[in-house]
């Protein structure tokens, strides 16, 4: 088992930056992957942003590309998204997942945390 838990999101103005964190626990090394999704009230859970933990490989959704970086602390086993030129848009739950397949797909992640809401005002 591999234990997810997110911190760092709040409210921020447009334009402005958040920097989320995931610190994974437990059976790490069964997770080659970790990736960012968010969900927006009513609407499907998207893919954000993914990287490899070994050689930290990163891609992105083209809603984020060039705005928001993911990067990882192996040490710290933590995993961060640093969010710059947030807009309203951005508004959702952030949820950070663990797998082993470099995908955006949701259901090729095995391991979820439970979520931070980012709230971003106009």
């Known amino acids: 088992q591999v234990q997810l838990v997110e911190s760092g999101g709040g409210l921020a103005l447009a334009g402005g930056s958040l920097r989320l964190s995931c610190a994974a626990s437990g059976r790490t090394l069964s997770s080659r992957v970790m990736g960012w999704f968010r969900q927006a009230p009513g609407k499907e859970r998207e893919f954000v942003a993914g990287?490899?933990?070994?050689?930290?490989?990163?891609w992105y959704a083209d809603s984020v590309k060039g705005r928001f970086t993911i990067s990882r602390d192996n040490a710290k086993n933590t995993v961060y998204l640093q969010m710059n030129s947030l807009k309203p848009e951005d508004t959702a739950v952030y949820y950070c997942a663990a797998g082993f397949l470099s995908t955006s797909k949701a259901n090729d992640y095995t391991y979820w945390g439970q979520g931070t809401q980012v709230t971003v005002s106009s």
């Open positions: 990287i490899i933990w070994s050689v930290g490989s990163t």
